[in-house]
Structures are given as structure tokens and as C-alpha cells.
């Protein structure tokens, strides 16, 4: 079985403002024992510890208390047998792909068309992720310039200064998408990574 996780990304977000914004969510859900408090080494990562998953996770999923057993997603079936079940909190210009992604298309968000991947887009989200400038990327159909966290990657990549990487949860709930949303007063973009 390989890994999943669903990515909730905040592209608009600038980097002056994610500390306190990570700071707030994480509060947010350990409160509300979404997650646990204390950071473990329970995500798919070299360098970064996350947060395992608290005894009402089920909270932020699109499932309902009711139907836990059903999903076999009971808190002590959930906790403990995946080594890799926790949110992995990801900071200061990150993206995270899809790589079972279609990779066809993206959404210019001036004039709303789908273009193909143009052949500049990757030249552009490095300049982006290395902070070197040049981070607009122009459509071949309005030729509108916008900047790269602005355009619309479908369901295969989402870029940002806060990203939140669930770990093999279940899918989270468009409810706490949105709460979130509010919290820190930033539009979330979501998507589901298999890998």
C-alpha cells in the first residue's frame, strides 16, 4: 500500500504573515484534539517532525462519528497502525505535486482558460520557490501576466507559504477547509497526493 495525503495549501498567504497563521491552526485543531499537541516524527519526512492524529480526528474528515467502525477508522486503529499518520505542517514557498497527477492543463486566472503547461512554467515556479524574482507567468491566450500561486493547478499541485500535508487520513472535510479559511483570513486550495 503506498502513501497518500490531503494537501490544504493557502497560495495568497505572503510569508510575513505564516508563522502566526501556523501558529493559529495548530492551536486551532490541538484544542479541539484534532491532532495531538506535541510533534512526533509520524509524517514521511527527513527534516520535519508533524503532528499525529488526536482522539477526535474524525472531526475533520468528511466522515461522521456514527460511522467510524464502519470505515475502521476508530481513533486506536487509526493512531497506531500506520508509521507514517500525522499533519506535516510545510513553510516558506513550498509545492506539493500529485504525482499520480494528470499534468494536462493549467487555469489562467485572468481569463479563466485552460492552457497547456507552458514550456516557461517550470522556469517560473523556480524563480518562484528560490525567491530570485520573475515570478509571473504569462497566458498564451489573454497574455496576461499573473503571478505563479495565482494560476489554477487542478487537482496536481498546489503552491503556498503555509501548507498543511495530511498523512493517510481520511479525506478532510470542506467544512474545515473553510473554518480554516476564516481563521487566518487566507482562500484555501486543496488536493489529494498519492504517491
Not at 494528470?102 to 518562484?128: A, G, K, R
Request: hydrophobic share 40%; aromatic share 10%.
Amino acid at each position: 500500500m503506498s502513501d497518500q495525503s490531503f494537501v490544504i495549501a493557502f497560495p495568497l498567504l505572503p510569508a510575513s504573515e505564516m508563522l502566526q497563521a501556523s501558529e493559529s491552526i495548530i492551536s486551532y485543531l490541538s484544542n479541539r484534539n484534532i491532532i495531538s499537541d506535541q510533534l512526533s516524527s509520524c509524517v514521511l519526512s527527513k527534516e520535519n517532525f508533524g503532528y499525529a492524529p488526536g482522539i477526535k480526528f474524525i472531526e475533520a474528515t468528511v466522515f461522521k462519528e456514527e460511522r467510524v467502525d464502519i470505515i475502521n477508522c476508530n481513533f486506536a486503529a487509526f493512531s497506531s497502525k500506520l508509521q507514517v499518520n500525522g499533519l506535516e505542517v510545510l513553510m516558506d514557498r513550498k509545492c506539493v505535486a500529485n504525482a499520480s497527477g494528470e499534468w494536462q492543463f493549467i487555469q489562467c486566472p485572468s481569463c479563466s482558460e485552460m492552457c497547456p503547461y507552458l514550456e516557461e512554467f517550470s522556469v517560473v515556479l523556480d524563480h518562484w520557490l528560490a525567491k530570485t524574482g520573475n515570478e509571473l507567468l504569462t497566458c498564451n491566450v489573454c497574455n496576461d501576466a499573473s503571478p505563479v500561486t495565482l494560476w489554477g493547478f487542478s487537482n496536481d499541485m498546489v503552491l503556498g507559504n503555509l501548507i498543511l500535508q495530511f498523512w493517510n487520513w481520511p479525506e478532510i472535510s470542506k467544512e474545515l477547509c473553510e473554518d480554516l479559511s476564516q481563521l487566518i483570513g487566507y482562500e484555501a486550495r486543496t488536493i489529494l497526493c498519492r504517491f
